[in-house]
């Protein structure tokens, strides 16, 4: 099955390098594989592009000639299971079938996660046509993140109403099978549901459905797990918006107050760590927390913003400031960017040194300064 070695993509359609679909799916030899493709009339493509070449090269891929000038052969999907099926390779057809849809599926994710939602979205709807023509009879859960994917999709383009109507098919898929509706499905769910009603200026259905959301994230993971707090900061953006400062700042405490000692105790970790070894290790442990290095660089921006939130509602010299740039300055230490750990910190430092107030965050302000000192080559 294709793992994405032999997949190269071209105006959004997969195609395959003939010799190696030849011998890793029909177990056959390139030449005469590609013998049978000739004499079958099966659609193929014909490329000499030099770059394309230099990669099937690098990566050992199978071709059927390596005679100078004749290219490599490349086989559209369509193409490959049209070859399964009258090659009586049918019982393929079906985990091919869902390698491509998986396939779709984070292509599309990864798009989104550089807020490429132009690109991203043909690729996400032709993902839930696939999965829809796939998973019959419905209905079947394995539509759900299908359909929250393709909802994601046209949420980033504005597209309100399909988004909606992609959010309603999944919602009556969990209520369609109950027994295996997890909460962490509810969470996914419901956070959509919040963004689509914030977009559309509906404050008080976009809270309901976020306080859902950190409810089953508290479920799913616990109220003070660090994926609970993106609920908790999307409910203070919605009182933002309304006006309500007192209960958009409380909804900011809160993420603080998860984030604080998660970082805290990961960076003292490290640095204990670092003190008990003769060489000093220059990674920062970003795998102890429960997110990848992106996820992680969009709760910079979350954290950023909520200090932002704070200068704005409260001042800049205000020690809750402070705080904030004490916790991202930490952040920044577990992302390895040395440059912006050592500016919050100093911003975090001449805010409470006029005040007066550094006893409070001690911990964190020597935690941030000997992680600093891991990177100090980078300063």
């Known amino acids: 099955m294709p793992d994405g070695r032999q997949i190269l993509v071209s105006s959004r359609e997969r195609v395959f390098v003939l010799g190696e679909i030849a011998t890793e799916v029909f177990q056959d030899n390139p030449t005469s594989f590609f013998q049978d493709v000739k004499r079958g009339r099966y659609p193929k493509l014909q490329c000499t592009d030099p770059n394309i070449m230099a990669v099937t090269t690098k990566l050992g891929l199978q071709v059927e000639s390596r005679t100078v000038g004749t290219g490599i052969s490349l086989l559209t999907a369509e193409t490959v299971r049209s070859l399964m099926l009258d090659k009586r390779k049918r019982g393929l057809l079906l985990p091919f079938r869902i390698a491509l849809l998986k396939l779709n599926s984070l292509e599309a994710a990864t798009l989104m996660a550089d807020s490429n939602y132009a690109q991203a979205l043909p690729v996400a709807m032709d993902a839930v046509k696939e999965?829809?023509?796939?998973?019959?009879?419905?209905?079947?859960?394995?539509?759900?993140?299908?359909?929250?994917?393709?909802?994601?999709?046209?949420?980033?383009?504005?597209?309100?109403?399909?988004?909606?109507?992609?959010?309603?098919?999944?919602?009556?898929?969990?209520?369609?099978?109950?027994?295996?509706?997890?909460?962490?499905?509810?969470?996914?769910?419901?956070?959509?549901?919040?963004?689509?009603?914030?977009?559309?200026?509906?404050?008080?259905?976009?809270?309901?459905?976020?306080?859902?959301?950190?409810?089953?994230?508290?479920?799913?993971?616990?109220?003070?797990?660090?994926?609970?707090?993106?609920?908790?900061?999307?409910?203070?953006?919605?009182?933002?918006?309304?006006?309500?400062?007192?209960?958009?700042?409380?909804?900011?405490?809160?993420?603080?107050?998860?984030?604080?000692?998660?970082?805290?105790?990961?960076?003292?970790?490290?640095?204990?760590?670092?003190?008990?070894?003769?060489?000093?290790?220059?990674?920062?442990?970003?795998?102890?927390?429960?997110?990848?290095?992106?996820?992680?660089?969009?709760?910079?921006?979350?954290?950023?913003?909520?200090?932002?939130?704070?200068?704005?509602s409260l001042g800049g010299s205000h020690a809750s400031v402070a705080e904030a740039a004490c916790v991202l300055s930490l952040l920044f230490i577990c992302l390895q960017d040395a440059l912006q750990a050592h500016q919050c910190l100093q911003d975090a430092q001449q805010?409470?040194?006029?005040?007066?107030?550094?006893?409070?965050?001690?911990?964190?302000?020597?935690?941030?300064?000997?992680?600093l000192q891991l990177f100090s080559s980078g300063l």
């Open 131 to 312: 999965g829809q023509d796939l998973f019959k009879p419905q209905p079947d859960l394995r539509l759900f993140p299908l359909f929250l994917l393709g909802a994601q999709a046209n949420l980033g383009m504005k597209r309100c109403k399909q988004c909606e109507e992609l959010l309603a098919l999944a919602a009556w898929l969990l209520y369609s099978e109950p027994e295996h509706s997890l909460p962490l499905m509810k969470a996914q769910l419901n956070r959509l549901y919040g963004q689509l009603h914030a977009l559309m200026g509906r404050d008080s259905e976009a809270l309901q459905a976020f306080a859902q959301d950190a409810y089953q994230c508290s479920l799913a993971y616990g109220p003070q797990d660090v994926r609970t707090s993106l609920a908790y900061y999307n409910l203070a953006k919605v009182f933002q918006g309304m006006n309500e400062v007192d209960k958009s700042l409380m909804y900011c405490d809160q993420v603080l107050s998860i984030w604080s000692p998660a970082l805290l105790d990961l960076v003292a970790s490290r640095v204990d760590q670092s003190t008990q070894s003769s060489a000093v290790q220059q990674t920062a442990p970003v795998g102890e927390l429960p997110l990848q290095a992106g996820q992680l660089k969009e709760a910079a921006e979350m954290l950023k913003d909520i200090r932002k939130v704070r200068v704005t």
């Open 351 to 371: 805010i409470l040194s006029q005040q007066s107030l550094a006893g409070k965050l001690t911990r964190m302000l020597d935690a941030a300064q000997a992680g």
